[in-house]
């Protein structure tokens, strides 16, 4: 297990993370920094533990709303998926009819030759 140790709100702190995954979980920090530097701007000096909950619930918040839009995304992907299914049919089912219709007609065509080859 791979070790990183990250900074929020100038402390530090060692943390174990999957070998591969230490870029990551600093960037992850370092966003995480990034709200409580916001409001520790926006609220000054106000505790810490508040505001390390506060930065954790603006993340949650924000993680909310993504996945507010995704299950949004993922049902207009569906209702598309459905479409682009039923459009098809009616492609395969104009294909059929088509095929059939110039059968039909070749037949006709056929017979008028066959008759008109007769009368020669």
Same mark, same amino acid.
């Given at each position: 297990?791979?070790?990183?140790?990250?900074?929020?709100?100038?402390?530090?702190?060692?943390? @174990?993370? /999957? +070998?591969?995954? =230490? /870029? *990551?979980?600093? =960037?992850? $920090?370092?966003?995480?920094?990034?709200?409580?530097?916001?409001?520790?701007?926006?609220?000054? =000096?106000?505790?810490?533990?508040?505001?390390?909950?506060? @930065?954790?619930?603006?993340?949650?918040?924000?993680?909310?709303?993504?996945?507010?839009?995704?299950?949004?995304? +993922?049902?207009?992907?569906?209702?598309?998926?459905?479409?682009?299914?039923?459009?098809?049919?009616?492609?395969?089912?104009?294909? *059929?009819?088509?095929? =059939?219709?110039?059968?039909?007609?070749?037949?006709?065509? +056929?017979?008028? $030759?066959?008759?008109?080859?007769?009368?020669?």
């Amino acid at each position: 297990m791979a070790q990183v140790t990250v900074t929020i709100d100038s402390k530090t702190y060692r943390m @174990a993370c /999957e +070998e591969g995954q =230490e /870029e *990551h979980l600093s =960037e992850l $920090a370092g966003r995480f920094d990034r709200y409580v530097g916001h409001l520790k701007g926006q609220f000054g =000096e106000i505790g810490d533990l508040r505001i390390t909950v506060m @930065a954790g619930i603006m993340v949650m918040d924000e993680l909310h709303e993504l996945q507010r839009r995704m299950r949004g995304l +993922e049902a207009e992907v569906e209702t598309l998926k459905k479409t682009r299914d039923t459009a098809l049919s009616k492609v395969d089912k104009t294909d *059929h009819d088509l095929a =059939e219709a110039l059968s039909e007609v070749t037949d006709k065509i +056929e017979q008028i $030759a066959g008759k008109l080859s007769g009368r020669s």
